[in-house]
Structures are given as structure tokens and as C-alpha cells.
């Protein structure tokens, strides 16, 4: 269930990604390098998220009756949960960045930005 809340996560902030003005002029670049840490982040989070529910599924699939957890399953365990803080601190300020008013609508920013992508 959480792979797939990650999942439905990342599909919600690129369909906002794409509801932008930003991104409707054609100025993706500036959308992907704004939000790429978010976007590399909600990758490697979700790929150590699947990897990790997988093995431990796949220990005690084999094995029910004793708890199995290795020196292996123990340092993934703790780069997924450190990735998860750095996961959820830049979803929480890409949303809060998401809802500038200056991405849904014409702005002086937006045009000088243009003027500059266009050089």
C-alpha cells in the first residue's frame, strides 16, 4: 500500500506540474529544474520503498516462523527511512511552492524568464 500511496503521490505532483502556465507556454525546463530534487527524490524513495518491502515479504514468505533480519535488510531499512524525511520535507514544499499564483498566470517573472530561455 505505501508503494502505491508513493506512486499516486508522484503521478498528483506531476499532473499540478503540468496544470501550470509554466508549463503550458512550453517552459518545462524551468518546471524540471525548480522541481527536479523532488522528482529524483520520489524515484530513489519509491525504488528503496519497493526494494525493501520486497525482501522483507520475501524473508518471511520463506521463513514464518522467525523473525529474519540481516545486517543488509538493517541498512537499507535506515537509508529508506532517512530518505523518506528528505522524501516528505520536499513533497511538503513543492505543494506549498505549487500553489505561487505566479505559475498559473502571465507575469513579468514568467516573461523575463521567457526572454531568457528564447537566447
Given at each position: ?43 530513489l524513495?519509491?525504488?528503496?520503498s ?52 505566479r ?17
Open positions: 500500500m505505501q508503494d502505491i500511496s508513493i506512486l499516486f503521490n508522484l503521478i498528483i505532483i506531476l499532473l499540478m506540474l503540468f496544470n501550470t502556465y509554466v508549463f503550458q507556454i512550453g517552459l518545462v525546463a524551468i518546471l524540471l529544474e525548480r522541481f527536479r530534487a523532488l522528482l529524483m527524490l520520489s524515484a524513495y519509491l525504488t528503496f519497493i526494494i525493501l518491502h520486497s525482501w522483507l515479504m520475501n524473508l518471511r514468505w520463506l521463513n514464518t516462523n522467525r523473525f529474519i533480519w540481516t545486517d543488509g535488510l538493517q541498512v537499507l531499512f535506515v537509508v529508506q527511512r532517512a530518505g523518506s524525511v528528505l522524501y516528505y520535507y520536499f513533497y511538503k514544499r513543492t505543494s506549498e511552492y505549487l500553489g505561487d499564483p505559475l498559473y498566470e502571465d507575469s513579468p517573472w514568467l516573461r523575463e524568464v521567457f526572454v531568457r530561455a528564447r537566447q
